[in-house]
């Protein structure tokens, strides 16, 4: 399975920007798509996540601001960022809960991450 991002740019503070995450692969069923972020010098934390059934999580610092969505079909999750801060900038983490067809071991759920996409707020 493959998590493929695409959307991280340069934008002034107040900007917007979306972020798009496409899953590939053997997949039997997606259970949750989502975003981590991670600044330099910081630890991984949650953005949002979407579960298959439409159920949103957002960190405290983005709700209001960020809104994700998905499309079951494209097996695709967005971002769409707005008001952006330049506390936003990071490097943005798709991540997806996935069960995947496994060969002769049937369907294994595995978390699985995209390579990142970077996020720079200017002030």
């Known amino acids: 399975v493959q998590l493929v991002e695409s959307g991280g740019d340069l934008v002034q503070a107040g900007g917007s920007l979306r972020l798009s995450c496409t899953a590939s692969g053997n997949i039997f069923k997606i259970n949750i798509m989502g975003w981590y972020r991670q600044a330099p010098g910081k630890q991984r934390e949650l953005v949002a996540t979407v579960t298959n059934t439409g159920d949103t999580n957002y960190a405290g610092s983005v709700e209001g601001r960020f809104t994700i969505s998905g499309d079951n079909a494209k097996k695709t999750v967005y971002l769409q960022m707005n008001a952006l801060e330049p506390e936003d900038t990071a490097v943005y983490y798709c991540?997806?809960?996935?069960?995947?067809?496994?060969?002769?071991?049937?369907?294994?759920?595995?978390?699985?991450w995209g390579q990142g996409t970077q996020v720079t707020v200017s002030s």
């Open positions: 991540y997806g809960n996935i069960q995947v067809i496994s060969g002769s071991i049937g369907i294994q759920e595995y978390d699985h």
